[in-house]
């Protein structure tokens, strides 16, 4: 590779090094970091950020020359990509949730539509509600033939979508249209709702130089989405609520020190389980569970909230789960059946899984609280 001589005689930036003590008392382990400094969680230091933009502007003279290439490249690229981008679709609670991303747009947005399957024909059981053998494996028949009519339905939905996105059409009237009665003769069936909004990535990082969510979780009743996102770029996430009919968060500040994970407590629309940071610990790794529960305010906050503009929920929130100091990769995941919620820790050389019944509610009191 041939380089212009203003590009070779631009001097790459050296970052010193400066040693400092590393050492882990919980792992034994001694480590001296001579980069420890290059560490801005907050990214404030004029020092680290000035030898950023050194990096940046060595990096693009470098690569000056291969600017007529990088541009034909994307130029390719987007000749091949279709007018409007379509996911993988998902089925929750009545709903089938999918992203949807148009040419020019940074970001996915996160879409929904109602979704019905009526009942299967009712069986010939007696009015004490018992089956013959038959009836059972009639019934269990008709189920099954539901169940792939149903999955047909669906599939031949999305490939509509994908061939009326490709040419260039508006993939929003074509998607999910299933309510043909040939696919759907044995009992399941689509409405004709109308496309919802459920989270908007491009409205809502407009205000931010940088915008990564890493998760979202809509509620069980499906009237809210929990999400977690970094505005800044160190992988520390600020946690917030949308109410998906009027796309307003429900929390006044987004809560701060997000690991990136969170399930809603079983069926419930008001708990939400987080992996957070230990802001107590210097070791970023070392991660807590924590709940946040939504406190509806009382009427006159609500209409004080309503002339402010600000929203009518308050918060509690504690620590539920702290993990050992031999502990560490510690995660929370839901089970299907939203009975237990699984925390996965790795403790020597073993895994642990611990499994929360969601049928019992959490009570705050035992655990350290703050209220906002």
């Known amino acids: ?162 061939s009326a996105a490709n040419a260039g059409a508006d993939a929003s009237c074509q998607f999910l249209s299933i309510n043909s009665s040939s696919h759907l003769a044995t009992g399941a069936s689509s409405s004709q709702s109308q496309e919802q909004i459920v989270l908007d990535e491009n409205l809502l990082a407009q205000n931010h130089t940088y915008w990564d969510v890493s998760s979202f979780e809509v509620s069980s009743d499906g009237r809210l989405v929990a999400f977690a996102v970094d505005t800044v770029g160190n992988e520390s996430y600020d946690l917030q609520v949308l109410d998906i009919a009027t796309q307003q968060p429900l929390l006044a500040a987004a809560v701060p020190g997000c ?5 809603w407590w079983g069926n419930s629309s008001d708990t939400l ?39 009518a929920y308050g918060t509690s929130s504690g620590v539920i789960y702290k993990p050992s100091a031999e502990e560490t990769e510690l995660s929370i995941k839901m089970t299907h059946d939203k009975q237990f919620i699984l925390l996965t820790s790795r403790l020597g050389g073993a895994t642990q899984v611990q499994a929360l019944a969601t049928s019992y509610p959490i009570n705050l009191t035992a655990y350290p609280t703050n209220s906002d």
């Open 273 to 311: 389980l987080y992996v957070a940071e230990d802001m107590s610990a210097t070791d970023r790794s070392k991660l807590l569970v924590k709940v946040l529960r939504l406190q509806q305010q009382q009427p006159e906050q609500q209409q004080q909230a309503q002339h402010t503009q600000q929203p």
């Open 1 to 162: 590779m041939q380089h212009s001589s203003s590009m070779t005689q631009i001097a790459a930036p050296t970052a010193q090094r400066h040693h400092r003590d590393i050492s882990s008392a919980s792992s034994g382990r001694s480590m001296l970091d001579p980069y420890h400094w290059l560490r801005d969680d907050t990214r404030s230091s004029p020092v680290v950020l000035q030898y950023l933009k050194d990096e940046n502007s060595y990096a693009e003279h470098y690569l000056e020359a291969l600017d007529p290439l990088i541009d034909s490249l994307v130029s390719d690229v987007d000749q091949h990509l279709p007018a409007v981008e379509l996911s993988l679709h998902s089925l929750q609670g009545g709903y089938i949730y999918y992203h949807k991303r148009a040419a020019g747009e940074g970001y996915w947005t996160l879409y929904r539509r109602h979704l019905q399957q009526q009942p299967a024909a009712a069986s010939n059981a007696s009015n004490t509600g018992t089956m013959t053998a038959d009836e059972a494996l009639t019934a269990d028949k008709q189920h099954v033939v539901v169940t792939q009519s149903f999955a047909e339905a669906v599939q031949q939905a999305v490939a509509e979508a994908v």
């Open 259 to 263: 690991a990136g994970q969170l399930v």
